[in-house]
């Protein structure tokens, strides 16, 4: 392919920036009633700059104008994924961020019939970012993932995040672990009894021999909730825990977990 003929091989390279706008700056759209048409072609542009020009559309318009943005959630949410997945790390973190404000806004509605699929897709995407080497979209997702924790009601969300415990990569289930503790920390007694008494301890069990030190210290947290919480009822006490460890878990499992909350 011919070059243009004004082409300047020596001409310095143009850096492109892109401006990270925390929610607090976003301000409301001018006409939304009109910038809302077309929003979905301009978040699929093959223009990457134009995309992240978008998605701080999207972020205003669930911060702004959010019965607007209802509507078309879904397919936002499906056009979020994609773009977590980009190899652009810039337009990566863009859509990280407005999946927080997103979670903010919608609260329990992502995880209503119509979105929960893709909300589970969501969900694995900002652990699979947090689990990255590139530190600032690391950090992006790490801060949402804690978003979402605080947005959503714990008990439906623990249910999502509980298979991710299993997750084949050892940094996706640290992840899980950690939000799973953040989880199970904002859970009452009854909540905890909903979800399942034996199978959160199980969860934990497993974890605590994982082969990263922030699952493993994650799984002391979600132990050490489930303990204080376990024996705060005036029903239960520190002799009905260790039954309860010893009844329902693999010996091995149910010295480790009883050892962890007498020593601390």
Request: negative net charge; charged residues 25%.
């Amino acid at each position: 392919m011919a070059l243009p003929s004004n082409f300047d091989e020596n001409a310095p390279a143009v850096e492109i920036t892109i401006d990270y706008l925390s929610s607090e700056d976003l301000k409301p759209l001018s006409d939304p009633d009109t910038q809302i048409q077309g929003l979905l072609e301009r978040l699929e542009s093959k223009d990457w700059i134009k995309v992240c020009e978008s998605l701080n559309d999207t972020r205003r318009l669930a911060i702004y104008h959010s019965t607007l943005l209802l509507p078309m959630l879904e397919p936002v949410v499906v056009v979020l994924v994609k773009a977590m997945k980009n190899p652009r790390s810039a337009l990566c973190k863009t859509s990280i961020m407005a999946a927080a404000d997103i979670f903010v806004v919608y609260r329990n509605k992502l995880l209503e019939p119509d979105f929960s699929g893709g909300f589970d897709n969501l969900l694995l995407q900002l652990l699979l970012k947090a689990s990255q080497d590139k530190r600032f979209v690391c950090e992006e997702a790490e801060k949402t993932l804690k978003t979402l924790v605080q947005s959503i009601t714990p008990l439906p969300l623990l249910h999502n995040l509980q298979k991710y415990a299993r997750h084949s990569n050892p940094k996706v289930r640290a992840k899980a672990a950690v939000s799973i503790s953040n989880c199970v920390s904002r859970m009452s007694f009854q909540d905890l009894q909903d979800f399942g008494l034996v199978s959160l301890v199980q969860v934990a069990a497993n974890l605590l021999n994982d082969r990263l030190p922030e699952a493993r210290e994650a799984a002391r947290s979600i132990i050490m909730s489930v303990y204080k919480s376990f024996t705060e009822n005036e029903d239960q006490k520190p002799e009905s825990w260790q039954i309860f460890c010893e009844s329902n878990l693999p010996v091995l499992h149910g010295q480790s977990i009883i050892k962890i909350t007498t020593t601390n």
